[in-house]
Every structure is written in C-alpha cells, then in structure tokens.
C-alpha cells in the first residue's frame, strides 16, 4: 500500500550508493545472494532466541534487497537478475514465520501456518498477475525500475518488513499479530484476483459471444 509513495523518498539514496558499488565491481546478483544469507541469518538468529539480532540482520538482507535493483540500474538489468530477486525474497518472507514456529511450536504452529498459507495464496496472485501483464505487454514504474509487474494491494513490502520488526521487538505479539495480517493477505490477494478479473477477463461482447 506504502510502496509506491516510498519509493520517490528511498530510491535517490539508493541509487547513488548502488552506483558507488557497481563501480567498485559489486554485481547485482552477487548483493541479491548476500541479502538471502542476512534473511536467513535473521531467521537462524529468531529461532534460537535472538530476535533483535535477528532483527539487526533482517534490516541489512533488506538494505541489501534495494541495492541490488540500484546496481542492476548502474550497470545492466537482465532477466535473471529479477527472476533471483523475486525468488530470493520469497524464500525470505517464509524463513521469519517459519523461525517463529521453530522457537516455540506450541504456541507458533497454528499461527505460523495460517500465516504462511496466507503467503502462499498472496504469492500466487502477485505471480500470476506478472505473468498476465508481460502477456499483455502492460508497465509500471509506480514501485521502480522492475524485472516483473508489480500490483498493488493492501499489503506490500513495505508492511511486510513493518510487521517483521513489530514482531522481532514484541515476539509475545507473534500470534495476534500474524492472524491480523495474514488475513489481510488473503483480502490483498482476493481483490487482486478479482483486479485480475477486470483487467484480463473477457469483455463484454466477448461474454455474449460465449
């Protein structure tokens, strides 16, 4: 929801340092797979108990997660280099709830579920919208410079890393929390399916046709 008002605000400042590294020689690529290992060091270090450094190193995988689109503008932006971003991150987003689980099953497995079926069906939506839109040949450039079409909704990167660090300084708040946002998932990916409907589905004369 915040994404696309946030990024005119980061972007500049990104760019710039991006440029700094691509210059020293760092590929995007290369700060992609760094920001994975910090995600998952941030998610090793949740669940052994450590959800401030857990913390400390989920804010750097997604410091990282911005530079490596900066250096891919500086120097060349390919396919693959999204495809790896956008795997990479999901990869991320499942290892937190995942490490909650693993602190304390009791209490997080339900939860923790729930939450990741929640991402499960979100995921699926976005990814399923990209691939429709390049079918389509549409663009955006209202969340930056991407590899793949991104759609709006309810819930984006911005309130996903927000309700990372709300539950790294209040782990109690793991449960209430994960089922109030993973409902919102399943809102943020209904109203994309339904978005989807819209745009993609069959026209009017189509429909009468049929």
Same mark, same amino acid.
């Given at each position: 929801?915040?994404?696309?008002? $946030?990024?005119? &605000? *980061?972007?500049?400042?990104?760019? @710039? +340092?991006?440029?700094? %590294?691509?210059?020293?020689?760092?590929? #995007?690529?290369?700060?992609?797979?760094?920001?994975?290992?910090?995600?998952?060091?941030?998610?090793?270090?949740?669940?052994?108990?450590?959800? $401030?450094?857990? &913390? *400390?190193?989920?804010?750097?995988? @997604? +410091?990282?997660?911005? %530079?490596?689109?900066?250096?891919?503008? #500086?120097?060349?932006?390919?396919?693959?280099?999204?495809?790896?971003?956008?795997?990479?991150?999901?990869?991320?987003?499942?290892?937190?709830? $995942?490490?909650?689980?693993?602190?304390?099953?009791?209490?997080?497995?339900?939860?923790?579920?729930?939450?990741?079926?929640?991402?499960?069906?979100?995921?699926?939506?976005?990814?399923?919208?990209?691939?429709?839109?390049?079918?389509?040949?549409?663009?955006?450039?209202?969340?930056?410079?991407?590899?793949?079409?991104?759609?709006?909704?309810?819930?984006?990167?911005?309130?996903?890393?927000?309700?990372?660090?709300?539950?790294?300084?209040?782990?109690?708040?793991?449960?209430?929390?994960?089922?109030?946002?993973?409902?919102?998932?399943?809102?943020?990916?209904?109203?994309?399916?339904?978005?989807?409907?819209?745009?993609?589905?069959?026209?009017?004369?189509?429909?009468?046709?049929?």
């Amino acid at each position: 929801m915040f994404d696309a008002a $946030l990024r005119p &605000l *980061i972007d500049p400042a990104l760019n @710039r +340092l991006g440029t700094r %590294l691509a210059r020293f020689g760092c590929s #995007a690529d290369s700060v992609t797979l760094v920001g994975l290992a910090l995600g998952l060091g941030a998610a090793g270090a949740i669940a052994t108990g450590h959800p $401030l450094w857990g &913390l *400390i190193l989920l804010l750097a995988s @997604r +410091l990282a997660d911005g %530079l490596d689109g900066a250096i891919a503008r #500086a120097t060349q932006k390919t396919d693959f280099g999204g495809y790896l971003d956008i795997t990479c991150d999901f990869l991320f987003y499942g290892a937190v709830p $995942l490490a909650f689980v693993v602190l304390d099953p009791a209490a997080n497995g339900l939860v923790g579920a729930f939450l990741l079926t929640s991402f499960y069906f979100n995921g699926a939506s976005f990814l399923g919208y990209a691939i429709l839109a390049e079918k389509h040949r549409m663009e955006s450039s209202a969340r930056g410079s991407k590899s793949l079409y991104f759609t709006g909704g309810i819930l984006e990167g911005a309130e996903t890393i927000g309700f990372f660090v709300l539950i790294c300084l209040w782990p109690v708040l793991f449960a209430p929390a994960s089922y109030v946002f993973g409902a919102l998932c399943f809102v943020t990916a209904v109203s994309r399916i339904l978005l989807a409907r819209q745009v993609f589905g069959p026209t009017i004369q189509e429909e009468e046709e049929i």
